[in-house]
C-alpha cells in the first residue's frame, strides 16, 4: 500500500468534507430556526465565487480582499431575499417556501447565465498558496488544501464560540427552539431569522470564495454542489448540525477517495490475469464482447465513476435503514 | 355540494376566505362529456396541421411540435396528480418521463424482425409501456419515500432525481450516456385487425401524432376520472390535513403511495410517448431541470386545478418554442417566482376566481387595465435591459447592435439606450407599486358587492 497516498486523499477528503460542512452548516442552521429548506443555498455558494472573481480577477484586488468582503456581501443579499422574499411567502407554508427558494436558485443560475456567459471562468488559486506544502512519500500536498482546512475550522471555531459564550449566541439558540417565548421576552425575532439567514448564506459564499478555484467557476457551479447538500443534510439528519458534520466528512473524504482511484471489475480482472500470468490478449476477444454488452456497464464501471453515485446512493440507503438520519433525533 | 378537489394545498385557505362558489367538478355529466368530446375534435384538428402557413400568414405547428407539447402537457398534468391532488413537491419526476422514454426505445427495438408479431405492428401501444416502467419505478422508489410529505420528500425526490441523471452518465451501453439511446420508426403500415392494412405509415409524423393524440386523450380522461373516485378525493384530503385523515381510518401513506404510482405512468406515458416523436431519449430527459419544468408549467398554470397544468405547459411551450429569444428561461424563472409570491394560485387561479363576478367588470377596468398597462411597460424595459446584456455577452464589441425579440435593433454601445430602458423598467415598476391598493380594492369590493 502507498501510504503517501492515502495520507495525502485523506487530507484532501478532509479538505472538501469541510467545505461541504461550511456550506451545509448554514443550511442547518437556517432549516433547524425556520424550517425552511433553502434551495437556493448552493446559488449562494456560486455568487460568493462569481463575486470573488469579480473582485479578485476583473478588478485587480487581491483574493485576500475577496475572502471578507465576499460573505459580507452575499450575506446582505439573503438578509434582503430573506426580509422581501421568503418572509412574504412564509404565510403561504412551508412548501411555498420550499418552491420560493427553487425559483430563486433557478433565476440566480440564469441571471448568472446572463451577465457571465455559460463559459468557466478563470478564477485561480493566488499565488502565494500555489506551491506544495509538504509531501508524504512521494505525493504532494498543496498548501492550498491546508489554507482551506484552516480556515473552514476558524470559521468552525468562531462560530462555536459566538454560538455557545455569547449573549447573542444565547438568543439564537433560543430563537431555534422556542421562538414564541423569545419573541414574549421582547426580542426581536424576525430580526434574528434574518440574521441567521444572513450568516448561513454568508458562510456558504465563504465555501464559495475558497472551494471554487479549486473546481470550476460556471452558472453551473450551484446545480452540481446543489444535491450533494442536499444529500448531507438528509444523511446526517435533518436540523442536526452534528449529524451534518458528519455526513460531510463522510461523504467529502470518500467521494474525494472515489476520485483518486482508477478502479473498476475489469481492472481488477486484468491484473488478477497478469498475476497469474495469463496472456491478456488471449481475453481481449470474449471480454470485449462482454463489456459491449449492458452488464459491460458495471464490469467497466471505474471507482471514479462510483463516486459520483455514492452521495445518492448513501442517502437511499440511509432513507431505508435510518430514516431520521445519522444523528437525527426523531423522523420528520 | 361542497368539493376541495379544485383547490390547491396554497391557496384552499385563501378560496374558502373568499367565498369562491365555482365549482367544475359539479358540472352536469354532459358538459363534462361535451368539453372532452370538444378535446378530442382539437386534437383531430391537429392532424391537419401540417406545418405550413395558414391563409398564407399564420404559422402553423409542425406534428413533431405538437407531438411534444402533448407529451410534455400530460408530464405537467401527471406532476399535478402529485403537487396539486397529493400535496407532494417532487424535485425529481423527471426520472419516470425519462426512463419512461428509455422503456419506448428498447420495446421498440425488441418488437423489432425477431419479435415481431405477424401482421400485426406494436408501434401504436409503445407509449404504454413507457407507462409500465413509470409504475415500476415509481412502485420501488416510493415505497421509502413517500413515507412523509414536504420538505423531506422533496429532498428525497431531488436525490433519487440526481442518481438517475448521473447513472444514465455512467451506464454508457444501457442508457447511452449523454447521447441517450434512439431507434428508427419502421416503415410499416398501421394494420387493423381482420381489416387489413391502412394508410397511415409509422415513418410518417402524422400518424405519430394521431397515435400521441389518441393516448394522450385517454390519459386525461383517466387523470379526471381519477380526481373523481373516493381515492381521488382522499388524496386531496390527505394534502390539506393528513392528520385527519389518518384519524377517521385511512392510511396517509399508502393513499399517497397510490397517487405517486399513477404520477408516475402518467410521466412514463408522456415519457413515451416524446421517445416515439423523437426516436430517441436522451440523458437530458431525466435531469433536474426537466423536473423544475413539470414544477413551473403546473405552478403558472395554477396547481390542484385540472385545467392549470395544460395552460402552464402550453405558456411553457410557448416560451420555449414561440418566442424568439434564447432568454425564455429567464422570463420564465421571473414569471414563477413572481407568481410564487403574489399569485400561488396559478392562472387557473386567477381565471376562475374572476368567473363568478366577471359581470361586474366594470368596476375592475379601470384599475386591472392601468396594472396591465403597467406590467407591460416593466416587462418591456426588463426585456430590453435583458436582451442587450445578452447580446454583450454573445457578441462583445463586434456587433453593438441588440434585436430584442427580433422586433427592433437597438445600439448597446451607447450608455442612453441602457438609461432610458432601465427608467422604462424602474416607471413600470413603480407604477405598479402605486396602484397595488386600488387594484385590491377594486377586487374586494366587487366580490363584496356578489355576496350581498
Known amino acids: 500500500m502507498d501510504w503517501g497516498f492515502i495520507t495525502v486523499t485523506l487530507l484532501d477528503g478532509l479538505a472538501r468534507g469541510l467545505y461541504y460542512f461550511l456550506v451545509s452548516a448554514g443550511l442547518t442552521l437556517i432549516f433547524s430556526m425556520m424550517g425552511v429548506l433553502n434551495f437556493a443555498h448552493a446559488s449562494f455558494f456560486m455568487l460568493g465565487g462569481y463575486f470573488a472573481y469579480i473582485i479578485a480577477q476583473e478588478w485587480g484586488l487581491t483574493f485576500w480582499i ?32 420550499l418552491i420560493f427558494t427553487f425559483g430563486l436558485a433557478f433565476l440566480l443560475q440564469e441571471f448568472v447565465k446572463l451577465v457571465f456567459g455559460q463559459d468557466t471562468k478563470p478564477y485561480a488559486v493566488p499565488e502565494v498558496l500555489q506551491g506544495t506544502l509538504f509531501t508524504v512519500g512521494d505525493q504532494p500536498f498543496g498548501s492550498y488544501r491546508a489554507f482551506m482546512i484552516l480556515v473552514s475550522i476558524s470559521i468552525f471555531i468562531g462560530l462555536y464560540l459566538l454560538l455557545t459564550r455569547t449573549r447573542v449566541g444565547m438568543i439564537i439558540q433560543a430563537a431555534l427552539t422556542h421562538p414564541n417565548t423569545v419573541s414574549n421576552l421582547g426580542h426581536n425575532v424576525p430580526l434574528i431569522f434574518m440574521a441567521v439567514f444572513g450568516v448561513g448564506t454568508a458562510l456558504a459564499a465563504l465555501a464559495g470564495v475558497i472551494a471554487l478555484p479549486t473546481d470550476a467557476l460556471q452558472p453551473g457551479s450551484a446545480a452540481r454542489l446543489g444535491p450533494i447538500i442536499f444529500v448531507i443534510i438528509v444523511v446526517g439528519g435533518l436540523g442536526s448540525l452534528n449529524g451534518a458534520l458528519v455526513a460531510s466528512m463522510i461523504i467529502g473524504i470518500l467521494t474525494t477517495m472515489f ?33 459491449r454488452l449492458m452488464i459491460g456497464d458495471l464490469i467497466m464501471m471505474s471507482t471514479k465513476q462510483v463516486g459520483a453515485l455514492f452521495p445518492y446512493l448513501l442517502m437511499v440507503l440511509i432513507l431505508i435503514f435510518r430514516p431520521q438520519g445519522l444523528l437525527g433525533k426523531r423522523e420528520s | 355540494m361542497t368539493t376541495t378537489s379544485e383547490r390547491t394545498y396554497i391557496n384552499a385557505l385563501d378560496v374558502r376566505k373568499k367565498n369562491i362558489r365555482f365549482n367544475p367538478a359539479g358540472l352536469p355529466v354532459g358538459i363534462q362529456v361535451f368539453m372532452f368530446a370538444m378535446l378530442a375534435l382539437i386534437l383531430l384538428g391537429g392532424y391537419f396541421s401540417g406545418g405550413e402557413l395558414a391563409f398564407g400568414f399564420l404559422p402553423v405547428p409542425t406534428h413533431t411540435l405538437l407531438s411534444q407539447s402533448l407529451a410534455i402537457i400530460l408530464f405537467a398534468m401527471s406532476y399535478n396528480m402529485l403537487l396539486g391532488q397529493g400535496g407532494m413537491l417532487s424535485f425529481g419526476h423527471a426520472v419516470y418521463y425519462g426512463f419512461g422514454g428509455y422503456a419506448v426505445v428498447y420495446m ?31 412502485v420501488i422508489l416510493g415505497s421509502f419515500s413517500t413515507r412523509r410529505a414536504g420538505t423531506v420528500f422533496a429532498m428525497i425526490s431531488l436525490g433519487l432525481g440526481q442518481l438517475a441523471y448521473s447513472a444514465a452518465a455512467v451506464f454508457k451501453n444501457s442508457l447511452g450516456g449523454e447521447d441517450g439511446k434512439s431507434f428508427a420508426r419502421d416503415e410499416h403500415p398501421f394494420i387493423i385487425p381482420f381489416i387489413g392494412e391502412t394508410d397511415l405509415w409509422f415513418y410518417k409524423n402524422d400518424t405519430i401524432y394521431l397515435i ?34 389518518e384519524f377517521i381510518g385511512y392510511s396517509m401513506r399508502s393513499v399517497r403511495y397510490l397517487v405517486f404510482i399513477g404520477a408516475g405512468f402518467f410521466a412514463g406515458v408522456a415519457g413515451g410517448m416524446s421517445a416515439l416523436a423523437f426516436e430517441s431519449t436522451t440523458q ?67 381565471i376562475l376566481m374572476h368567473i363568478a363576478f366577471v359581470k361586474r367588470w366594470r368596476k375592475l377596468l379601470i384599475p386591472y387595465g392601468a396594472a396591465i398597462i403597467a406590467t407591460m411597460v416593466a416587462v418591456f424595459g426588463l426585456v430590453v435591459i435583458a436582451e442587450m446584456m445578452h447580446h454583450v455577452q454573445i457578441a462583445g464589441a463586434s456587433d453593438p447592435n441588440a434585436h430584442p425579440l427580433d422586433w427592433f435593433s437597438i445600439d448597446t454601445s451607447l450608455a442612453f439606450n441602457w438609461i432610458w430602458a432601465g427608467a422604462v423598467m424602474l416607471a413600470g415598476l413603480v407604477g405598479l407599486y402605486l396602484i397595488r391598493k386600488q387594484v385590491s380594492e377594486a377586487w374586494d369590493q366587487a366580490r363584496e358587492t356578489g355576496d350581498a
Open chain 2, 212 to 245: 400521441i393524440a389518441f393516448w394522450f386523450l385517454i390519459a386525461v380522461i383517466l387523470i379526471f376520472l381519477f380526481s373523481r373516485t373516493p381515492a381521488g378525493r382522499l388524496s386531496n384530503a390527505v394534502r390539506d390535513n393528513e392528520e385527519r385523515v
Open chain 2, 108 to 138: 421498440a427495438y425488441f418488437f423489432e424482425a425477431p419479435f415481431g408479431l405477424p401482421g400485426f405492428n406494436m408501434a401504436p401501444f409503445l407509449p404504454l409501456f413507457g407507462g409500465l416502467m413509470g409504475v415500476i419505478l415509481a
Open chain 1, 66 to 97: 475577496a475572502l471578507p468582503a465576499v460573505p459580507l456581501i452575499v450575506g446582505a443579499i439573503g438578509m434582503v431575499v430573506e426580509r422581501f422574499g421568503l418572509r412574504h411567502v412564509h404565510k403561504f407554508g412551508h412548501v411555498a417556501e
Open chain 1, 259 to 291: 476520485d483518486a482511484s482508477q478502479l473498476s471489475v475489469f481492472s481488477v480482472m486484468e491484473a488478477v490475469a497478469n498475476m497469474l500470468g495469463i496472456e491478456w490478449s488471449l481475453l481481449e476477444r470474449p471480454t470485449y464482447e462482454l463489456r
Open chain 2, 284 to 350: 437530458s430527459d431525466l435531469s433536474n431541470f426537466y423536473s423544475g419544468v413539470a414544477l413551473m408549467a403546473v405552478f403558472v398554470g395554477g396547481a390542484g386545478f385540472f385545467i392549470g397544468p395544460i395552460l402552464g405547459a402550453l405558456i411553457y411551450q410557448f416560451f420555449a418554442q414561440v418566442l424568439p429569444s434564447t432568454l425564455y428561461e429567464l422570463y420564465l424563472g421571473i414569471i414563477f417566482l413572481v407568481m410564487v409570491m403574489f399569485a400561488p394560485q396559478g392562472v387557473a387561479g386567477i
